[in-house]
């Protein structure tokens, strides 16, 4: 079975740029979960979605993230424009379905580094 | 608001010798727990989790963590560490409502030989 796929691997910009990360996650599985991983910390939620719908995004930074799920499979986070302090790990999960019990899955990540 | 703390921020042990990697939560009603290894470069993996049922569950590689409701414990342990579980390990929690995962800060376990 495949995993979660993600590109690019790494990312490197100036900061007041634009950047988008790309997410597939494994089939069949509605939920899909975008995290942030600053250096030294355990991931935070940034946005979740259930099928195409967005079911959190408390905590994702509206004024300069977005993120989309067209067709309720592969997803895309953008972030523009960048900060410096946005250099991170974006990982993106993906889980069965959206209970207490549904183990996520994670895929290997996006590396941002802006300068 | 559910938490999850992970006290160590690192913890060595000889190749051979049993390990355990401490995480307690936080959290209203019966938590789900959750634990997660990251190598290098890697996302994270999953390795094992506790819903309901038996207090010691078993996951990959080896690895096994005991629940414990009256110290909010759930710390990870294998019987015989291997070089190859030098790694980052994350704890998770979840409440019932759902939705996220609430991860702790990560310990980092290096095992010598």
């Known amino acids: 079975e495949a995993g979660v796929a993600q590109s690019p691997r790494y990312k490197i910009i100036e900061k007041r740029q634009s950047v988008a990360f790309w997410c597939n996650p494994i089939?069949?599985?509605?939920?899909l979960y975008w995290y942030q991983q600053i250096l030294g910390q355990g991931p935070k939620l940034l946005i979740q979605f259930q099928n195409n719908g967005v079911v959190d995004d408390s905590q994702l930074p509206k004024d300069r993230f977005s993120a989309e799920r067209l067709k309720g499979v592969d997803s895309t986070l953008k972030i523009q424009p960048a900060k410096l302090e946005d250099s991170a790990v974006y990982l993106c999960?993906?889980?069965?379905?959206?209970?207490?019990?549904?183990?996520?899955?994670f895929g290997p990540g996006t590396r941002l580094t802006v300068l | 608001a559910q938490s999850v703390a992970q006290p160590e921020d690192q913890v060595n042990v000889a190749e051979g010798n049993p390990l355990t990697v401490k995480c307690t939560y936080s959290?209203?009603?019966?938590?789900?727990l959750f634990w997660y290894v990251q190598y290098p470069n890697r996302g994270l993996q999953f390795l094992l989790k506790y819903i309901t049922g038996d207090n010691l569950v078993k996951g990959s590689y080896g690895f096994e963590a005991e629940f414990n409701k009256s110290q909010t414990s759930f710390h990870l342990k294998k019987p015989s560490a291997l070089v190859s579980d030098s790694a980052l390990y994350f704890c998770a929690v979840r409440d019932q409502s759902g939705y996220a995962l609430n991860f702790g800060k990560g310990t980092s376990l290096l095992v010598t030989p």
């Open positions: 089939s069949g599985h509605a939920t």
């Open positions: 999960a993906s889980s069965l379905g959206r209970t207490g019990t549904d183990t996520q899955y």
């Open positions: 959290v209203s009603g019966n938590p789900y």
